[in-house]
């Protein structure tokens, strides 16, 4: 799920984007993006003054970036004690996998008809590494290509405010749990076979509602598989809904 990760800028910005965003905006996407690589991982803890050396500018527009990202829940802030990267919840991830399932499902059929020959190779040429990758099997490579896959295809979803809301659960996953992948290895074979079947039916110009209803059936399925890894007896009552 990744190469760089979706909707997350950071000091990876090029100079042009760069330069369209303020302080406080620059200080968000720096300090999310590494949330989201987990290198500040959960309960790392976040001193302004040595972030705000690192990017050049004042405490103040860190201490703002640091409100946003408390507001959305990666980040977490006592007085007298300071702000650390929120601890893994597993009942969060449950609620982000299922919010993606629906949200990136709709943004994936918005973006079908508008995805061209050369993004549709892209994403098989990304799924065929992960095909590859099934033989000497490594989590954080095959969910960092997992991202890629998942970002050509919504990334032309023309509703700007679903793509904001689909880049901020996503990156919100990689703080919770960086690779499913790891509790759920036989997950990824049938990961790259919904792939690739997610691709034909944009080829073939089938119904958008069956496409967002694959899209979504994929990443239900991944959140199934870890419920019932994870937490088998509670899985075992919730799928039997």
Not at 60 to 80: S, Y
Not at 143 to 161: D, K, M, V, W, Y
Not at 182 to 211: C, D, K, M, W
């Amino acid at each position: 799920m990744e190469g760089e990760v979706p909707g997350l800028a950071g000091h990876a910005v090029s100079q042009a984007d760069d330069k369209t965003l303020s302080k406080s905006q620059r200080a968000y996407h720096y300090i999310k993006e590494r949330i989201a690589r987990q290198e500040f991982t959960p309960g790392y803890r976040l001193v302004l003054g040595s972030i705000a050396g690192e990017l050049d500018m004042s405490v103040v527009p860190v201490r703002e970036a640091i409100r946003q990202l408390e507001a959305e829940g990666l980040v977490t802030f006592e007085r007298n004690v300071g702000a650390h990267v929120s601890m893994v919840d597993d009942s969060q991830y449950r609620f982000s996998m299922q919010a993606l399932s629906v949200m990136e499902a709709a943004a994936i059929a918005l973006a079908a008809r508008h995805l061209s020959a050369d993004d549709i190779s892209r994403a098989r040429a990304v799924n065929e590494r992960m095909t590859a990758g099934l033989v000497d099997f490594e989590p954080h490579t095959f969910t960092a290509l997992n991202r890629e896959f998942h970002s050509i295809l919504f990334a032309q979803c023309a509703n700007p405010r679903m793509l904001e809301l689909v880049n901020a659960e996503w990156a919100r996953l990689g703080h919770l749990r960086y690779s499913t992948f790891t509790f759920v290895p036989g997950r990824a074979q049938e990961s790259v076979q919904e792939h690739e079947n997610l691709l034909l039916l944009i080829e073939a110009e089938a119904p958008l509602y069956e496409i967002e209803k694959a899209a979504r059936h994929h990443r239900s399925a991944t959140l199934d598989a870890f419920l019932i890894h994870e937490h088998p007896d509670e899985a075992l009552r919730l799928l039997s809904f």
